[in-house]
C-alpha cells in the first residue's frame, strides 16, 4: 500500500512537472515515465500476493486475532481496489489506454476543425470500451453505468443521480430565466499585476507559505500533493479578468482537503480523498462560498489595493457572482454551471446504455442546451466537442463537478449552523474554524469513508439539492 | 531496459525537484519515493527473469541466430550489470543503505564541530561494509579497492591509478611550489546581476533554448537529465565571485554529454555515460578549456559588460586560472585540484586494504597534504572532514575527478590536432565543430565503449598525464 502511495505521488510529481516546469523538448520521454508508472501501479495493484495477503488476513480473523479498526479499513479498501481492479483483463486495459491517446488526439483535431464527422469513430470506441469496461467491473444488479460511476465515486449510482439531477433540472431553470432579464454580468478590468499581488496575500492569509507550499503558473490551473509538507496549486492570469481570484481559491480547496487528511492514513491505501466529488465540493466551497462570500470580498478587494487596482467590495464581489448563461461550461457561473452537467450526465447515460447513438450526440446536445439553459450551441467546438473527457474515453467523471457544488453548499449549511454565520470572520479574511471544521467532518477520513456515507455524518443529512437551491437563488435575484 | 532507464529518469527528476523546486516540508515524503524508486530499480534490474533471458539468447545464439552490433552491446552490458549486481547479498545492500544514511548524518555533526572522534565509529563501519561490497563483488584476480572502482568506472584498475596518480604526485608538486613564489590570485569583484547575465548569454551561445533546456539556481550546482529534450543544469551566485561563469560551463558539460548520446540509445541500458571520469571529463574539458581559455576571456568580459560590469579580457581571464595552494578541494584552481585527488586516492585505498586504520586518518591527511601541496591542514574540518563522500559509503569515486582532468587535456589536444587550433573560434564563442567533435568521438557512444577504450578511440593514445600538464604549466608561470 505504500509502495502504491509513493507510486501515485511520483505519477502526480511527473504531471506537475511537465505541466509547470518541463521544457517542451522533453514531452515524448515524459510520456514514456508516466506510461511506465502505469505500468508498475497496475502490475502492483493487481498482484497476486495481494490477494494471498487478504486470504491470509482472513485466516488470522477467524484464528480470533482482531484488527484494529484502521486496519480493518485499510483491509476492506484494500479488497475492494484489488477486487476491481482484478475484473479488468489486460487486453482490455491495454486497448482502453490507446483508444485514450487516440481520442484525446481525435478530438483535438475535430475540435480545432469544428468537425464532429472526425470524432465519430474515436468516439464510438470509447463509448464502446466503457461499457464493456463497466460490464467487467460491475457487481451484481449494476448496469455499466454504475460500474463507471464507481471509478471516480465509489458507492454511487445511476438512481441517485436521476434523483438528484432531475430536481436541479426541474429547479433551476426559472432561476436561470429570471437571471436572464437583468443587466448583463459585471465585469473588472483588474491588471495582471494586482491579480498577482491579490492571489499572493490572500493566499498567505489562509496558511500558505513557503515551507510546505509551491504557487505557480500554468495553462489550466490545477493541484498536484507529493506527499504531507508538499502541496502545489497552480493558477493563470490574464489581463482584465478575476478569474484568478476564484480558480486560486478553487485549487487551495483541493490542497487542503489532501493536507487534513489524517497523518495517520499517510502511505496507506486510505491516504487520499475519497472521491472526485468529495473532491470538487472542497474546491467548490472555497470558490462559491468563500472567494464569492460579500464579506470576503471585502478582503479580495483590499489585496487588489494592495496590488494597485482600486476597487470597492460591492463592485468586486458584484463582478465576481455574476449570472450569465451561455455555451461553454469552464467559464459558467455558479447557477448555471450544475446544468452544463446534467446535459452531460444525461447524455452519456444514454451513450453507454445505448439508448443515444454516437451519431446523434450534437443533436441531443443542441436540444439540451435549449431545454436547460435556454442557450443556442453556436457550434460543435462550442458544443459537444468542448470537453476532452470523452475523447479520452472518460465516463461517469462528469456528475462529480455538479456533486461538487450541491455537497459543498450542504456542508456550508452544517458549517454555519454550528459555529455560527462567518460573516464576521469573513470580512476579517479569518478562517480558521472554517479549516478546523473541514478537517474534522471531512478531511481527516481520508478513504475510510465513501461521498455518500460522509456527507451524511459531516452534514446529519442525505444529500440534497434545497442548500445549493439556498445559495444561488440570491444570485439569480441580484 | 527501458523500465530501468525510465526509472533512473524519474530518480532524476525526484532528486532534482528536491534540490531546486520542493518547499523544505517535503524532505520525508520525498526520501520514501526515493527509497522506493531505488527499491524498484533493485528489485528489477537483479531479477531472475534478466537471467533466463540473457539464457535463451545464448541459446538463440548457438541455434544460429545473429544479434546486431548494438543488441549484442545491449546483451553485453545487460549481462555485466546483472551478474554484478546479483553478486551483492540483499542484506548487505540493505546494512549498507542505512550505514550511509547514519554515516552522512554523523559526518555533519562532526564536521561542523570539528570532531574527528565523533566520526570515526561511522567511518570504520562504512569502510567494513565498502571494503565486504568489493569483496563480494571482485571478479577473479581484483583487490576489494579494484571491485569498488568497478562502480564509478568499470574497467579501471589500481594499478592504472598508481601510474597515474603517481606521475602527477611527481610532476605537480615543483610547479605549484613555482606559483607559489608568484603574487596571489587575482580576485576580482563581479555584481551577482552581472554574472546573472553573463551566464544566461554564454550558455545562450552554446544552444542552451528555452525549448529544451532548464537553467535553475541551487545550493550546489548540478545537472540532471530526464530523457531525451530535457536537460537541466543549476548554478549559484554569489557577490564578488566569478565562480558561476566556471561552474554552468562545468555543468553545460555534463548536460552536452548526455544529449549527443546517440537517439538509438535511447532506453537502453546503453543510454547513458559511460563513467564517472567520462563524465567529469566532459565538464572539466567546457570549464578548463573552454571558460578558462584566454580567447574565449573576451566574450565573458563581454557578456559581463552586457550585465553592466566593464573588465578587460586579460584581467578576467587572469581571475579564471589563478593558482593558490589551500587545504580545500572544491575551491582548488585547476593546477592543484588534481592533488587534493590524488590524496584521497591513497587514503581510501589504505584504509580499504587495511594498511591505514580509520584513527590515524588525521595524521595521514596532515602528512599528505603536506607533501603534496605543502599546506598545513588549519584543522580536521577543513581537512579530513570536508568531503561527504566517506560518510556516505562512497570509496572509489574520487579517483574521477581526476581522471576527468586529464582525459579532458588529452582529448583537447586530439581536438585541436584534428580541427586545428580552437583560439579564433573561440574567440567568437563559436562552439559548433567542438561540439560536433565531442559528439562524434566521445558522446554517441554512450556506454557501448569503457573509459580507457574509448580514451584511446578517441584520442588514439592511451591516457597519459602530459597534456595536462601541458595545460598547468603556464598557469604555474602565468
Known sequence: MAELADLAAIGMLLGWDQLVMMPSGGAAARAEQLGMIARLTHERATAADIGDWLGALDGAQLDGAQLEELDRDVVRIARRDWERARRVPEELAVEIARASTDGQESWQLARANDDFAAFEPALKRNVELARAYGECVAEEGQSAYDALLGDYDFGLSTHELRRVFGALAGALPPLVAQARVRTPRHTLEVPVG???????????????????????????????????????????????????????????????????????????????????????????????????????????????????????????????????????????????????????????????????????????????????????????????????????????????????????????????????????????????????????????????????????RATGRALEIEPFMRYVTPLAEA
Chains 1, 2 share one sequence.
Not at 457572482?321 to 452531460?344: C, F, K, M, N, Q
Not at 455560527?420 to 477520513?445: K, Y
Open 194 to 456: 494586482a491579480q498577482q499581488t491579490a492571489v499572493a496575500n490572500t493566499l498567505r492569509r489562509l496558511g500558505v507559505d513557503a515551507d510546505s507550499w509551491r504557487v505557480d503558473v500554468s495553462a489550466h490551473p490545477f493541484t498536484a500533493w507529493m506527499g504531507r509538507g508538499d502541496s502545489r496549486v497552480t493558477t493563470r492570469y490574464s489581463d482584465g479578468e478575476v478569474e484568478s481570484l476564484l480558480s486560486s481559491l478553487h485549487e487551495y480547496g483541493h490542497a487542503l482537503y489532501e493536507r487534513q487528511i489524517d497523518p495517520a492514513l499517510d502511505r496507506t491505501n486510505l491516504g487520499g480523498g475519497t472521491s472526485m466529488s468529495m473532491h470538487e465540493s472542497q474546491s467548490k466551497l472555497w470558490e462559491n462560498h468563500v472567494a464569492r462570500d460579500a464579506a470576503f470580498a471585502e478582503v479580495l478587494a483590499a489585496e487588489l489595493g494592495a496590488g494597485g487596482f482600486a476597487v470597492g467590495a460591492a463592485e468586486l464581489h458584484a463582478a465576481l457572482v455574476g449570472v450569465e448563461p451561455g455555451a461553454v461550461r469552464v467559464s459558467a457561473d455558479p447557477l448555471t454551471y450544475p446544468l452544463h452537467i446534467v446535459l452531460r450526465f444525461e447524455l452519456e447515460l444514454a451513450l453507454i446504455d445505448g439508448q443515444l447513438a454516437v451519431g446523434d450526440l450534437p443533436a441531443a446536445w443542441s436540444e439540451g442546451m435549449r431545454r436547460l439553459l435556454d442557450v443556442e450551441v453556436p457550434s460543435d467546438a462550442l458544443g459537444c466537442l468542448q470537453d476532452v473527457h470523452w475523447g479520452a474515453g472518460s465516463f461517469g467523471y462528469f456528475p462529480s463537478y455538479a456533486l461538487g457544488c450541491l455537497i459543498a453548499a450542504q456542508l456550508w449549511e452544517a458549517m454555519q449552523l454550528e459555529l455560527g454565520p462567518r460573516e464576521q470572520d469573513l470580512r476579517r479574511g479569518q478562517v480558521a474554524p472554517i479549516q478546523s471544521w473541514l478537517a474534522e467532518r471531512v478531511h481527516r477520513h481520508g478513504r475510510r469513508l465513501d461521498t455518500m456515507p460522509l456527507v451524511e
